[in-house]
C-alpha cells in the first residue's frame, strides 16, 4: 500500500522562485493537511482540506497556496519563495465521519526545503 | 485554543532501561484525542499510541504506555525495557472531538528527541 506519497524529497530553490509539493493519497481519505517542520518548533499547520473542493488555512498560511480539485491529491504551491520558507514539509491525510474521529493520521515521508 | 506543550527538548535512558516523555495540554473540550507519535532520523512520522479523553484506562502498546492525567491535563509516554531503536523525535499531538468543527486537525508540542545509550 503506497499510503500518503510526497514529491520531491529534497529541493533547493531561488528566491523568488516557485514550486509545487505534490501529496496524494490512496486510502480515499476525507482529510488532508500540510504542515511544516521547524527546529524546536514541533509541526505547524499550513492549510487542510476537508473534501474535494474545500479547504481552508491552518495557523501559517501565508506565502502558501493549495488546491483539492480531487479526493486522492493536495498539492501544495509556494509563490515567490523566501528563506523564511525554508523547511521539512509533511503531508497528511486522516478519516473522520460523524463520530468517528480517534483514527489515526498517515504522513507522508516529508520534503526538506532549502530556499537561497 | 488548544495548546500543548512539552517541556523536555532531549532526554536520554540506557538500554533496557525504562524513560518517561512528559506532554501537558490546555484544552475547554471534555472529549478529545492524544496520540504519541515517533519520528526517527528517517522522518517518517509513526503512530505509537492513541488515548481517547472518555476512557479511563491508561493505553498500552507493547513496550509503550501512557499515563493519562484528565484532570491535570497530562499525558505522559512510558517507554519499557528501552532498544536502541527508539532512539527518535517523539511528539505529543491533540486532536479535537469537536463534531461540528471541520478540521479533525492534529496539534503538535515541540518534540522531545530521545537518545538511547548502549
Known amino acids: 500500500n503506497a499510503g500518503v506519497t510526497q514529491t520531491p524529497k529534497f529541493r533547493i530553490l531561488k528566491i523568488g522562485q516557485s514550486m509545487t509539493l505534490q501529496c496524494t493519497q490512496d486510502?480515499?481519505?476525507?482529510?488532508m493537511y500540510w504542515y511544516r517542520q521547524d527546529p524546536g518548533m514541533g509541526l505547524k499547520l499550513i492549510y487542510y482540506?476537508?473534501?474535494?473542493?474545500?479547504?481552508d488555512k491552518g495557523e501559517v498560511p501565508n506565502g502558501y497556496n493549495v488546491s483539492r480539485s480531487t479526493t486522492e491529491d493536495f498539492p501544495l504551491r509556494l509563490e515567490l519563495a523566501a528563506p523564511s520558507q525554508t523547511s521539512v514539509y509533511f503531508c497528511?491525510?486522516?478519516?473522520?465521519?460523524?463520530?468517528?474521529?480517534?483514527?489515526?493520521?498517515?504522513f507522508g515521508q516529508g520534503t526538506r526545503l532549502t530556499v537561497v | 485554543a488548544q495548546t500543548v506543550t512539552q517541556s523536555q527538548p532531549e532526554m536520554s535512558v540506557q538500554e533496557a532501561e525504562t524513560v518517561t516523555l512528559s506532554c501537558t495540554y490546555d484544552?475547554?473540550?471534555?472529549?478529545?484525542?492524544l496520540f504519541w507519535y515517533k519520528q526517527p532520523p528517517s522522518r517518517q512520522m509513526i503512530l505509537v499510541i492513541r488515548?481517547?479523553?472518555?476512557?479511563?484506562q491508561n493505553a498500552t502498546e507493547n513496550r509503550f504506555s501512557v499515563n493519562f492525567q484528565k484532570a491535570a491535563k497530562s499525558f505522559s509516554l512510558k517507554i519499557s525495557d528501552s532498544q536502541l531503536g527508539d532512539a527518535a523525535m517523539y511528539f505529543c499531538?491533540?486532536?479535537?472531538?469537536?463534531?461540528?468543527?471541520?478540521?479533525?486537525?492534529?496539534?503538535f508540542g515541540t518534540g522531545t528527541l530521545l537518545a538511547v545509550q548502549p
Open positions: 497528511a491525510s486522516s478519516y473522520a465521519q460523524g463520530t468517528r474521529r480517534n483514527t489515526e493520521a498517515f
Open positions: 486510502m480515499n481519505h476525507n482529510y
Open positions: 482540506s476537508v473534501g474535494a473542493g474545500i479547504t
Open positions: 484544552t475547554s473540550e471534555s472529549d478529545y484525542y
Open positions: 488515548q481517547e479523553a472518555y476512557k479511563q
Open positions: 499531538a491533540y486532536r479535537s472531538s469537536n463534531y461540528g468543527g471541520a478540521t479533525n486537525k492534529l496539534i
